[in-house]
């Protein structure tokens, strides 16, 4: 038992006075002489016996009534260690988008927050965040309204991350009880585990929806199919022998209605022929009533734009002209001796094929081009200058050339990491038909080899902006010509040259972008959604400016790319689709936290804990009872 004012109990030892004066007493006994003696003897030990057990039951029954006083006015109680201990609250509550499944008729986020407040004790003061905002050292009337519009948000805190905030929020007192209550559906990207986080008490809240079945629109992606685009759509989540109806909007306008057949343990499709000629702001619809955030699919498709590749050639370049078409990319060729160096700073891409030497205007022209973001391809001759190509490449990279080395060898080693290569192939191959080369330039100086051969020398070596090739295209001495490898290589080296806008970017990616505009000072590219508006971090070039997307924008939709009050483009973006399959983590049989099957029994069992038992009413009570067992003694013992 404890006691809130138990310096109070040094009253007990007032208890020494009754038992003084029932001891002392100072009453002294008169003689009176009688006549009958042996009656008088009788007579006075039977008064001396009752006299007696009266004065011990009133001495009992005082100290009793004393006693239970003193306990009263010290108030008694009884609580557990944590009653008695300072109490720190912080609350995670998972706004994901995975918390749009619904519990009934609402939302696992309309029904964490309505729980929440309903149950939260009144004047409690406590931290709470979500994974996007915090509110620190707070009342609920505080933040009552901002958690009745919470929104859901594509961010999901991992574990980890959920800890590291939380401590953030706790004070550093060691003398305080720190309580984390989590309130989510641990979804396993969640990645919670078993393992407890220390000196802090957690609670965890698992939250399921009724249903955990979900269609989501996944990705797309544009077939060219004798001159007319097809849109393939791609879903997940539709049941086998089930249909979901597709609906396709240019803006606002219905253009094109389908259905997605399911089918087991896959990926479903379906395809819409896209009539329109102008560009397309795009937005696919799935009818779906589970997670709503993946049941819309943006994209836009920009006409006009190409990108820009010059040849310098002096050889065979028909290899050229079938891998850079005229549907994404502008392409021209010319001799060394019909070149219009004036022309470079136009392009995106400059191929210098089989070259012997490089006149010093040009080298100027290509340093400078490179030098405000434009990209080079180098295809040697099978007859280099060497002096005139160290100037070139000591120019270009700090590379040199230390001379022709003639040794037939294998192109045999393609590195698939390598930003050329990566996602071109499904998987690593490695008996492929390897081309062959009669001779090559030893290279010297650092950069990244994308193909080797089979001596370990690099056969295509990359720069920021710079690739080379060891080796000439001539027939006479190479066949990579001939070989699947040249399309995918120098394809890819025009797409990167110049980022032309994808049907669409995922949100939360470091997306870039290339833009055929320059600007001027104090000028810049915004990007424009209804009221919305983004700024993109941005870089301006001599013909282009490139637009980086690691910041942003946060809302999935279709923005304008304005420069001032011009739009020059669309751009789509669409959240990740992680959270699109429901799979969560059984977080009941976890032993380091303390599991609660709802929001309000979690704070019933908190409210419990917290509980003090008062005693001092009983105590009063019995000090009464005493008082009255006092005044029958003295009425009714003789």
């Known amino acids: 038992m404890q006691f809130k004012y138990p310096e109070l109990l040094w009253g007990l030892l007032l208890l020494i006075i009754p038992i003084l004066i029932h001891l002392f007493q100072l009453r002294k006994f008169k003689k009176t002489a009688f006549t009958n003696v042996a009656m008088l003897q009788k007579v006075q030990a039977n008064s001396r ?83 996007t905002d915090t509110y620190k050292n707070v009342r609920l009337d505080a933040v009552e309204n901002q958690l009745l519009q919470l929104s859901h948000t594509a961010k999901q805190l991992t574990k980890n991350e959920i800890k590291i905030k939380a401590n953030s929020l706790f004070t550093t007192s060691k003398t305080t009880l720190k309580q984390l ?43 060219d199919n004798a001159g007319q685009k097809d849109l393939k759509i791609l879903a997940s989540g539709i049941p086998e022998n089930e249909n979901a109806p597709v609906s396709l909007y240019n803006k606002d306008k219905l253009i094109a209605k389908t259905a997605i057949s399911g ?58 002209n079938r891998i850079y078409t005229n549907d994404e990319f502008d392409f021209n060729k010319q001799s060394l001796a019909q070149a219009n160096y004036s022309a470079i700073a136009e392009q995106h891409l400059i191929i210098l094929n089989n070259l012997e030497q490089f006149p010093d205007n040009l080298i100027i022209a290509l340093k400078s081009f490179k030098d405000n973001g434009g990209s080079i391809v180098l295809i040697p001759s099978v007859t280099p200058n060497i002096s005139s190509y160290n100037r070139l490449l000591s120019s270009l990279g700090n590379l040199s050339v230390s001379g022709i080395i003639n040794s037939e060898q294998q192109i045999n080693t393609i590195v698939f990491e390598h930003p050329i290569y990566k996602n071109v192939f499904s998987r690593n191959v490695s008996n492929f038909d390897a081309p062959t080369l009669q001779n090559y330039i030893d290279i010297k100086g650092s950069g990244s080899a994308a193909l080797k051969l089979n001596n370990g020398k690099p056969f295509l070596l990359t720069q ?72 993109p971090l941005q870089q301006v070039y001599a013909n282009f400016t490139s637009l980086d997307f690691k910041n942003g924008p946060e809302e999935s939709g279709t ?18 689709r992680q959270e699109s399959k429901l799979n969560y983590t059984n977080v009941s049989n976890f032993k380091a936290f303390s599991i609660a099957e709802s929001i309000p029994n979690l704070f019933y069992n908190l409210e419990q804990d917290r509980n003090i038992v008062s005693y001092w009413k009983w105590f009063v009570i019995f000090a009464l009872v005493f008082a009255l067992l006092e005044i029958l003694i003295q009425k009714f013992i003789k």
Do not use: H
């Not at 078993?194 to 698992?206: A, C, G, K, M, R």
């Not at 929806?209 to 269609?215: D, L, Q, R």
């Not at 001032?564 to 789509?572: F, K, M, R, T």
């Open 263 to 320: 089918v087991r343990d896959g990926i479903a499709e379906t395809t819409i022929t896209l009539t329109e000629k102008d560009a397309i702001s795009g937005k696919l619809v799935l009818d779906d009533n589970g997670l709503q955030y993946d049941n819309q699919f943006y994209f836009s498709i920009n006409v006009g734009q190409k990108i820009k590749v010059l040849s310098l050639s002096e050889g065979t370049d028909d290899f050229l």
């Open 464 to 535: 920021p902006q710079l690739y080379i090739f060891t080796a000439s295209f001539e027939p006479i001495n190479n066949n990579f010509t001939n070989s699947p490898l040249i399309v995918p290589s120098l394809y890819n080296m025009g797409l990167q040259s110049f980022k032309l806008p994808p049907l669409y970017f995922k949100i939360g990616t470091n997306a870039k972008l290339d833009v055929p505009y320059t600007l001027e000072e104090n000028s810049i590219l915004s990007l424009q959604k209804s009221e919305a508006e983004f700024i």
């Open 49 to 131: 016996k009752s006299n007696l057990l009266k004065k011990w039951l009133l001495l009992v029954t005082r100290l009793l009534l004393l006693g239970c006083l003193v306990i009263a006015f010290a108030q008694p109680f009884l609580a557990n260690k944590k009653a008695m201990t300072t109490q720190e609250i912080v609350v995670y509550i998972d706004n994901s988008f995975s918390m749009q499944a619904k519990d009934g008729s609402i939302s696992l986020l309309e029904k964490a927050v309505q729980e929440f407040i309903q149950n939260l004790p009144e004047k409690a003061s406590f931290s709470l965040f979500t994974n």
């Open 559 to 576: 923005y304008t790319i304005k420069k001032e009050e011009e739009d020059i483009g669309l751009l789509s973006f669409n959240y990740a």
């Open 181 to 223: 209550l989590v309130f989510s559906d641990f979804q396993n990207r969640l990645k919670w585990n078993n393992d407890s986080i220390p000196n802090v008490e957690t609670y965890l809240v698992p939250l399921r929806p009724e249903y955990t079945t979900n269609y989501s629109l996944d990705s797309l992606y544009l077939i």
